[in-house]
């Protein structure tokens, strides 16, 4: 099977401006998971969507936010940008079935705000 | 945060074993995962564990209490290519929190 796969790879923008990111779970799962890492911060859950819905946030402000489609790919939307946006996205998927279950990660966004 | 504690970084020498400990707040546990990940790449699943004990994976093993909020991850024989850093990460249902990462730098 294909691994998660997320568009773009790179990306910068300017303060203010919106950005979306794109993640393609492996096939068949249909739980997705958002990350934002920076150094000093490490890896920090933003949301998880399973079947078009969010199923957990994290303390992310109302700037962030997503969807999932009936495919199960999923988007994050970031409005407004700060400098302080600029880290590495991560997006995880899994089966979505359990309680807990492996995640397995892209190889993420790396979006930088100027 | 979900207090999450682990050591920022550790050096240990290539053919030698080193273990990485992981505090964590118990209360909502369901799950303690170990996430590999080199510089610039994704994190990569190494193992977790939700009952008390040690899980084995061939040069890997993982420990959890859990009683004590408390696990490690045991590397043995240390390679070169396991420079990088080993990220534990605490399942609560369906979200995962993760620690800052523990840095390993292995040298010859």
């Known amino acids: 099977k294909a691994g998660v796969t997320q568009t773009p790879r790179y990306l910068i923008k300017t303060r203010g401006q919106q950005v979306t990111l794109s993640c393609s779970p492996i096939s068949g799962h249909r739980s997705v998971s958002w990350y934002q890492q920076t150094p000093g911060q490490g890896l920090q859950f933003l949301f998880e969507y399973f079947s078009e819905t969010q199923r957990n946030k994290g303390n992310f402000p109302g700037r962030f936010s997503g969807r999932q489609f009936s495919n199960s790919r999923s988007e994050m939307n970031v409005s407004t940008l700060e400098l302080g946006d600029s880290a590495l996205y991560l997006c995880a998927s899994s089966e979505g079935q359990g309680q807990w279950e492996t995640q397995y990660f892209g190889p993420g966004t790396r979006l930088l705000v100027l | 945060g979900q207090n999450i504690d682990q050591p920022t970084e550790m050096t240990a020498t290539e053919g030698a074993i080193v273990q990485i400990n992981c505090t964590y707040q118990t209360s909502g546990f369901n799950g303690l995962f170990w996430y590999q990940q080199h510089a610039g790449e994704a994190p990569t699943f190494l193992s977790y564990?939700?009952?008390?004990g040690l899980e084995e994976k061939g040069r890997f093993s993982s420990f959890l209490s859990r009683s004590k909020g408390y696990s490690y991850l045991l590397l043995k024989e240390l390679q070169m290519k396991d420079s990088a850093s080993y990220l534990c990460a605490r399942a609560d249902f369906n979200k995962f929190y993760f620690g800052s990462g523990t840095k390993l730098n292995v040298k010859p």
């Open positions: 564990n939700v009952l008390d």
